[in-house]
């Protein structure tokens, strides 16, 4: 069965940083994009990141561009989600999840099939 696990949340304050990581049971080979998404109470689950698992290439929200980075290790089945310039309005839970979406899809969640519990991610102003 295919699992996803991140870890890395936690509080921090506003202008902070946090790294997140998401390891993957085994590799999934219906799925070609690995990303993340955030949730945060009364709101739709957004897409954040995400990363084309074979070449590596990039797609960001609006939102965080210039402030996050993803990143895949692929020989550990890992990907990262590097967060900088941590604002309050990105409080909320992040999933890493894996699918393969369109390519005008690719932070859509409802192309992403394999999820993660969440972790959580506070930012204090």
């Known amino acids: 069965q295919v699992q996803l696990e991140e870890s890395g949340g936690g509080s921090v304050q506003a202008g902070g940083s946090l790294r997140l990581s998401c390891a993957v049971s085994?590799?999934?080979?219906?799925?070609?994009?690995l990303g993340w998404f955030r949730q945060s109470p009364g709101k739709e689950r957004e897409g954040v990141a995400a990363?084309?698992?074979?070449?590596?290439?990039?797609v960001y929200a609006d939102s965080v561009k210039g402030r996050f980075t993803i990143s895949r290790d692929n020989a550990k089945n890992t990907v990262y989600l590097q967060m900088n310039s941590l604002k309050p309005e990105d409080t909320a839970m992040y999933y890493c999840?894996?699918?393969?979406?369109?390519?005008?899809?690719?932070?859509?969640?409802?192309?992403?099939?394999?999820w993660g519990q969440g972790t959580q991610v506070t930012v204090s102003s």
């Open positions: 999840a894996a699918g393969s979406p369109t390519p005008w899809g690719q932070l859509n969640p409802r192309y992403f099939t394999y």
């Open positions: 085994t590799y999934i080979s219906s799925t070609n994009y």
């Open positions: 990363i084309y698992i074979g070449a590596g290439s990039t």
